[in-house]
């Protein structure tokens, strides 16, 4: 295992221009023909051609048809001597489906066979140049068995299929576009599709299908038509149609993350495509939305133009989930519809990135090195890359941003390229813009760690009426990064009037004011903006929209936090407002006495929203919602995860206590009327309805007062979807009902055919309220249920991931069961699936932030696998770097 370094990037000896591949498939023994034209690079400093090659059996190498002498070392094939300039070079090899449980290459999954090439899979299939800068035009035969794997697929268009011997047949595919060996797919199955013919705006037709096993059908219209939308928006917005007359989804239920961009040939995990309202939740739905656009978009945002090498994989990730985020907000529709989703996305980002960006892991947008690459899809590349192409679009406007679009395709287009080419071509596009002015400061973002901290200070003078916002920059060091220089930070604000009204904005030195929002550049460490014409004191309303992605020191009071709460014009800092409130009430009491008493300012506030006339119900839930305790410990210098989840606990029952008649009134009026639709408000209204149902039996157990459980069972029992099937189940099952066991079997045997809906009956108890660590037991037990199995991606994360990620309190317990559990578990799955043991090993990054005596338990539990002897590069990377 040797470390990979972004400066030691060279071009390759060889180019690949195309390759002809034959599959012979067979689940034990597949034979691979590996036909390639390949060209010496006239500008490569060695003649060595070096393919890589994992796990395969190679039977024979011929250059232009004759046998030459060739060796494997390294799991490389290494040729010397090879023709001047171009010849063909032809391979065959073997490898097995059947064995392959890392899911990576080519393997095996319900009697199927499926790929997943990305990052370094393809040389689990054959030798190769895998890496993104080799591009070739693919021409692919598939043979199979005609009974077991009547559907052969691979990427681009169909060009002949027939009969063969032995009641077999074939299949040949031929993709136009050059491509690298990451997008590279094939499909042999029995599978049953959706099909729809789409016109386009640009006129050209376009046939899309969605592949499933024949049960899943029915769970493939909201896949379908999340991809019809993707296709529109993505003409719309940026003026990019799709390139290929046939776009194809295939789900697959073994998979080791959300989905696949495969030119032509999406591979998913079932998760992110079978949905009906039966078995899937809103939220599943909106996962379903935002995936099927993720991968549709990167058909040109990382096919269309790659990257060049994996160091560079925010290019194309970062840049695509920024483009799903606005998909999914466009979709929604209304402003507060959009501020939900945005708010839902800063969420995610706050929980994962930040503690990501604060623990031993901590790395760039555009990392330096890496052990095993497949490390490196991290929350930090995708959406901290996100926010940072985000703030672009900040700095150069919306348009101005779709015009950077079109110059960077009109430079890259079928090129490999870095996140240098990106930004440069965003800049200009906008050559009067402050990125344009700043651009190699702007790009620090990509190289510098950490998550900025920016500290504001307001001051007024009433006689001068002017108002003065200091703001400064400074970054935590990170490893290997002990000084940070100063980030370009656009700070969207707002001031909000005592009185409520939006303040004009306008700098000393200008003519006039310039609306009642507008974004300052930040780029020193510290800098002072002047605003004249300011008649009342006003509450600054900072970062809008969060658009930096940074922690925000300023000095607000409970009073000026009620204020924004209730009539700051910008949702997002409104619901930011409510959860500062919460926040310094737990943090109070965690840092102090441990005693936490909610007081009537606070209660009466949320009694305002959630009775508020105006104010939509996903908004109200967000806004009730109360901080998580990862992110509650993530403000902490020492955390106790057991003192704060009794806390937060505590917190949760005065609210249920308090609001009791708001609870009950929410839960009545905002009942579902007619059918059921995934659409924003009555996704808002059964959020609320469900939170508003958690609460009343949390204070039904308290009271033992069996009306509102009883209430939850019968909803739980007469659910018309899945949503509200699952919101009252998980409303006893937070409550410690009694009910909740009865309830939990019954889904269960309701449920047993259908596997999404099964992850989700593990993952309901893995995440339960911790209470005297029965919660921890029952996950014990649930391991030998016969429905569990490591095996499978998706229910090895229903229950170990979900337990050791998402319930604190259940996992850090002062006996150290939990982290030895975890060290089994990561040692376990090691052996099985490298990629997936190692996100769980992650479990324990912020370990040197918790108190004795976890600190030193999880510090012996880490230390028990590194010192095993046969880990991964997966997992060694990532237990070697937790103890550093
Ligand atoms: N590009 C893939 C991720 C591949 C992960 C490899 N370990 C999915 C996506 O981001 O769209
Ligand atoms: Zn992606």
Not at 115 to 142: K, N
Not at 708 to 736: E, I
Not at 744 to 754: G, K, V
């Amino acid at each position: 295992a040797t470390v990979i370094r972004r400066e030691d990037y060279a071009a390759p000896a060889y180019w690949i221009r195309s390759v002809e591949l034959t599959f012979d498939l067979d689940p034990v023994k597949t034979l691979v023909t590996n036909r390639m034209q390949v060209e010496r690079n006239p500008h490569a400093t060695t003649q060595t051609l070096r393919l890589d090659g994992e796990d395969l059996n190679l039977l024979r190498v011929l250059v232009n048809g004759e046998s030459v002498s060739f060796r494997v070392e390294n799991q490389q094939l290494v040729l010397e001597n090879l023709p001047a300039e171009s010849f063909t070079l032809e391979l065959r090899n073997t490898c097995s489906p059947e064995k392959n449980t890392q899911l990576s290459g080519l393997y095996t999954s319900s009697g199927g066979f499926f790929t997943q090439c990305e990052a370094q899979g393809f040389r689990r299939i054959t030798y190769f140049l895998d890496r993104p800068d080799v591009m070739a035009v693919y021409t692919v035969t598939l043979k199979a068995d005609r009974a077991k794997y009547p559907v052969l697929l691979s990427n681009g268009n169909l060009v002949e299929q027939g009969p063969l011997d032995n009641g077999k047949h074939y299949a040949k595919w031929h993709d136009p576009f050059p491509k690298p060996s990451y997008l590279f797919a094939l499909v042999a199955a029995k599978l049953v599709c959706r099909e729809q013919k789409i016109r386009a705006a640009s006129g050209r037709e376009h046939l899309l299908q969605v592949y499933v096993r024949a049960g899943d059908l029915d769970k493939t219209e909201h896949a379908m038509h999340s991809l019809i939308a993707s296709v529109a928006w993505d003409e719309r917005r940026f003026g990019l149609s799709l390139d290929l007359d046939r776009f194809m989804i295939v789900a697959v239920s073994d998979f080791n993350m959300g989905a696949m961009e495969n030119k032509g040939l999406n591979i998913f995990n079932t998760k992110y495509v079978l949905a009906n309202p039966a078995t899937a939740t809103d939220v599943d739905h909106a996962g379903i939305e935002s995936v099927v656009g993720h991968e549709y978009f990167h058909n040109w945002t990382g096919n269309r133009v790659t990257c060049r090498d994996w160091f560079q994989l925010s290019l194309k990730e970062g840049l695509t989930v920024f483009r799903d985020q606005e998909f999914s907000q466009d979709l929604a529709g209304t402003p507060s519809a959009r501020a939900v989703k945005r708010i839902d996305d800063v969420r995610t980002l706050r929980q994962h990135q930040f503690p990501e960006d604060a623990g031993p892991m901590a790395h760039p947008v555009r990392p330096d090195s890496y052990l095993a690459i497949d490390n490196f899809y991290t929350a930090t590349v995708y959406d901290k890359g996100a926010e940072v192409v985000r703030m672009m679009q900040t700095l150069v406007g919306r348009d101005g941003f779709a015009r950077g679009m079109t110059l960077y395709f009109e430079r890259h287009d079928g090129q490999a390229v870095t996140c240098d080419d990106f930004a440069q071509a965003i800049a200009d596009a906008n050559p009067g813009s402050a990125l344009a002015h700043k651009l190699e400061q702007f790009k620090r973002w990509y190289s510098q760690a950490g998550t900025p901290r920016v500290a504001a200070r307001g001051l007024y003078n009433a006689e001068m009426r002017t108002y003065t916002l200091e703001l400064s920059q400074h970054c935590p060091p990170t490893p290997g990064q002990s000084e940070k220089q100063p980030f370009v930070i656009p700070v969207a604000l707002g001031l909000v009037g005592r009185n409520a009204q939006p303040l004009p904005l306008q700098l000393v030195g200008e003519n006039a004011p310039a609306g009642t929002e507008r974004v300052l550049v930040l780029s020193e460490a510290a800098q002072r903006f002047e605003f004249t014409g300011i008649e009342v004191e006003p509450v600054p309303s900072l970062l809008r929209g969060f658009s930096a992605p940074v922690i925000l020191e300023d000095t607000l009071s409970d009073a000026d936090l009620l204020t924004l709460l209730a009539h700051d014009a910008d949702p997002f800092n409104r619901w930011e407002a409510g959860q500062r409130l919460a926040l310094n009430r737990l943090l109070a009491a965690i840092k102090g006495d441990g005693v936490l008493q909610l007081d009537g300012a606070y209660v009466d506030a949320m009694r305002a929203v959630i009775r508020h006339p105006a104010l939509d119900a996903a908004f109200k839930e967000l806004v009730l919602t109360l901080p998580g305790e990862s992110y509650i410990a993530e403000q902490l210098e020492e955390v106790d995860p057991q003192r704060i989840h009794a806390v937060r606990e505590s917190m949760r029952l005065q609210l249920a206590h308090a609001l009791h008649a708001e609870w009950e009134w929410a839960y009545e009026v905002h009942q579902d009327q007619g059918g059921y639709s995934p659409d924003p408000v009555s996704t808002g209204r059964r959020a609320l309805v469900s939170l508003s149902l958690a609460y009343l039996c949390l204070a039904a157990a308290e009271k033992q007062v069996p009306l509102w459980p009883g209430k939850a069972y019968q909803r739980f029992k007469d659910a018309g979807n899945m949503t509200d099937r699952l919101g009252a189940l998980s409303a006893l099952v937070g409550a410690h009902s009694e009910l909740a066991a009865p309830a939990l079997e019954r889904f269960h045997a309701m449920f047993r055919d259908e596997a999404l809906v099964v992850d989700k009956w593990f993952a309901l108890q893995a995440t339960a309220p911790e209470k005297g660590g029965r919660v921890f037991a029952r996950v014990k037990t649930l391991m030998s249920h016969p429905d569990f199995s490591l095996r499978n991606p998706n229910r090895a994360r229903s229950l170990v991931t979900a337990l050791c990620f998402s319930n604190p309190a259940a996992f850090h317990r002062t006996d150290a069961a939990g982290y030895v559990f975890w060290a089994e578990r990561v040692l376990e799955l090691d052996a099985i699936n490298p990629q997936l043991a190692a996100r769980l090993a992650r479990a324990m990054d912020r370990w040197k932030q918790l108190a004795e005596p976890y600190r030193s338990a999880a510090r012996e539990a880490i230390a028990r696998v590194a010192a095993k002897g046969e880990l991964s590069d997966d997992v060694r990377e990532i237990v070697t770097r937790a103890l550093a």
